[in-house]
């Protein structure tokens, strides 16, 4: 199985809602990173957490980490239908590439 | 600046043929990245490029991909005797010196073996 698995793999909300997405992993990291990806093209960062950091926003975007449970969420804030998109998580594992997860599809509805 | 880009965006072959695909990375960057997405799945890591030093070949599936670096910038991937099992979108991306901070994607390449 995969280094980054996300949760859930589809979502479906309202304009205005949050939308919470989480990503387990397995093995002890460097730093984890959140991407999206619209039409199944081109990835764009979104954020990036150190091990040693519990929590970091930017914008709307909380992410948060927790270590000892080998796990992350990310949380889309007032959510708005440019926010639809797949979202994955990234581990560096101190490998020279990132690990991605199988991403989680998010759809907001006007 | 100019972004990462990649050519051509999509490629449709026949079983059997090679096919070459192109990465042109953002100026400065030091390392360079393929990864293959197959349809609604993650990123499946290929190769990577550092500098001048050997690269990382730990992802390639199998000895039909190679792909090499000229001169520290233009990248090609290069598919022999291709395979349905090919088809995907090929993503390049790169980054400054190495680090795993941010990686910067180009648009990807889909490719279609019929």
């Known amino acids: 199985s995969q280094q980054g698995e996300e949760d859930p793999q589809a979502l479906s909300i309202q304009e205005g809602e949050n939308a919470t997405m989480n990503c387990s992993y397995k093995?002890?990291?460097?730093?984890l990173q959140w991407y999206r990806q619209n039409s199944g093209r081109g990835l764009v960062h979104l954020i990036l957490i150190r091990s040693n950091e519990r929590e970091k926003h930017s914008g709307r975007l909380r992410v948060t980490l927790d270590t000892s449970k080998k796990s992350s969420s990310l949380l889309i804030t007032a959510s708005r239908a440019a926010d639809t998109a797949s979202y994955f998580c990234?581990?560096?594992?101190?490998?020279?590439?990132?690990?991605f997860g199988s991403g989680t599809r998010l759809q907001v509805q006007p | 600046g100019a972004g990462v880009s990649q050519s051509p965006s999509n490629k449709v072959t026949e079983k059997g043929k090679d096919v070459e695909l192109r990465c042109d990375p953002i100026s400065g960057h030091t390392a360079l990245y393929w990864y293959r997405q197959s349809l609604g799945q993650g990123l499946e890591f290929l190769i990577y490029f550092q500098g001048n030093s050997a690269p990382d070949k730990s992802g390639l599936p199998s000895d039909r991909f190679s792909a090499e670096r000229t001169g520290g910038s233009v990248s090609t991937l290069t598919i022999q005797r291709t395979q349905q099992e090919d088809s995907a979108v090929y993503l390049c991306?790169?980054?400054?010196?190495?680090?795993?901070?941010?990686?910067?994607f180009g648009p990807g390449t889909r490719l279609t073996v019929l």
């Open positions: 991306a790169s980054s400054p010196e190495g680090s795993t901070d941010t990686q910067y």
């Open positions: 093995t002890s990291i460097n730093n």
């Open positions: 990234a581990t560096d594992t101190g490998r020279r590439a990132l690990t």
